[in-house]
């Protein structure tokens, strides 16, 4: 009898949709998460953006005034300060329009993996950065909170995460068990020395 609840347990999870994609490509391939932006990532580029057109319109205003021109000295401090709101108005626009959609790039051809923040364009943010050999292991750790689990990668043996997707422990177990294989990669000098 349990045998057969684990069994439709397990059906039952494979019928829900997973929220996450798994892309291959030439040098490895990619996975998106597929959860939406934080709460806090929304309102931090939404004040940015704003702040950033102040700062902007503050540039612009600096350097249109018709009295920069007869003022002499006080027209180089309007100058310096127009570059200074200009180079702020930059940043922050910057940040806005960063994006907030998050992958992992796992290339095989050069041993590292990526974390990622695609703008609204497509245009990749690269995050962070770490060779395989930085990886200290790849894990399901369950959420109380949404009720999935979670596949992180634990960097180094410290308990700093790279989380990877979320989803149920049956769809999430085929990408563990790929991205543990992939992983698993003898240095080159240890192969040679092998040998």
């Not at 039952?12 to 040098?27: C, G, H, I, M, R």
């Amino acid at each position: 009898m349990s045998n057969a609840n684990v069994s439709v347990n397990r059906r039952q999870q494979l019928a829900k949709p997973s929220t996450f994609s798994v892309e291959d490509t030439y040098w490895g391939y990619i996975v998106r998460s597929g959860r939406g932006p934080s709460l806090g990532v929304m309102a931090s580029q939404a004040v940015s953006f704003f702040l950033g057109a102040c700062f902007l319109t503050a540039c612009f205003s600096i350097l249109l005034l018709p009295t920069l021109m007869f003022d002499g000295d006080i027209g180089v401090f309007r100058v310096g300060a127009a570059t200074l709101f200009g180079t702020i108005a930059i940043y922050l626009l910057w940040f806005a329009s960063r994006g907030s959609r998050t992958e992992l790039h796992v290339d095989n051809s050069v041993g590292e993996i990526r974390e990622v923040i695609c703008n609204r364009a497509g245009k990749p943010t690269t995050i962070g950065c770490y060779g395989f050999d930085a990886i200290g292991g790849v894990f399901l750790d369950y959420n109380e909170r949404i009720g999935m689990h979670s596949l992180v990668l634990r960097y180094r043996n410290t308990v700093q995460t790279v989380p990877v997707a979320e989803g149920t422990e049956a769809q999430l177990i085929g990408l563990r068990d790929r991205l543990g294989q992939d992983l698993m990669v003898v240095p080159q000098s240890s192969a040679s020395v092998a040998a």
